[in-house]
Nanobody, 113 residues
Framework: VQLQASGGGLVQAGGSLRLSCAASSSMDVMGWYRQALGKQRELVASASSGGGIEVSGSVEGRFTISRDNAKNMAYLQMNSLKPEDTGIYYC???????????WGRGTQVTVSS
C-alpha cells in the first residue's frame, strides 16, 4: 500500500491549509498524525470508511477530516491555524483485516505568528 500526501506549506496564523492523502487501495481508516519539533507524534484526526470520525481536542472545531472512499482519498481541512499547529503532518492508513498500518511521507505545515 502506498500513500501519497500533498498540501501543507507556510501560512500566517488564522489562515487555512488543506492536506490530501491518496491511498493505492481501499483502507479501513485514514487520517493524520503530526509531530512538532522536540515533541512526540500525536493523532490529529482519523476517519473510518464507515463514517466514524476522531478528532484531537486541540484541533476540534478548526480541523475537518473527510474521505472519498470511491477514490481512496482523505482530506484534512485546517482552518484558524495557530503557530502551535506547526509540525510535520503524516498521513496514515489502517487495514483491519491485516492489522497493518501504513505511513505516507510527512509534509511540513508552518504557521507563522
Amino acid at each position: 500500500v502506498q500513500l501519497q500526501a500533498s498540501g501543507g506549506g507556510l501560512v500566517q496564523a488564522g489562515g487555512s491549509l488543506r492536506l490530501s492523502c491518496a491511498a493505492s487501495s481501499s483502507m479501513d481508516v485514514m487520517g493524520w498524525y503530526r509531530q512538532a519539533l522536540g515533541k512526540q507524534r500525536e493523532l490529529v484526526a482519523s476517519a473510518s470508511s464507515g463514517g466514524g470520525i476522531e478528532v484531537s481536542g486541540s484541533v476540534e472545531g478548526r480541523f475537518t477530516i473527510s474521505r472519498d472512499n470511491a477514490k481512496n482519498m482523505a482530506y484534512l481541512q485546517m482552518n484558524s491555524l495557530k503557530p502551535e499547529d506547526t509540525g510535520i503532518y503524516y498521513c496514515y492508513s489502517y487495514r483491519g483485516t491485516t492489522w497493518a498500518t501504513y505511513w505516507g511521507r510527512g509534509t511540513q505545515v508552518t504557521v507563522s505568528s
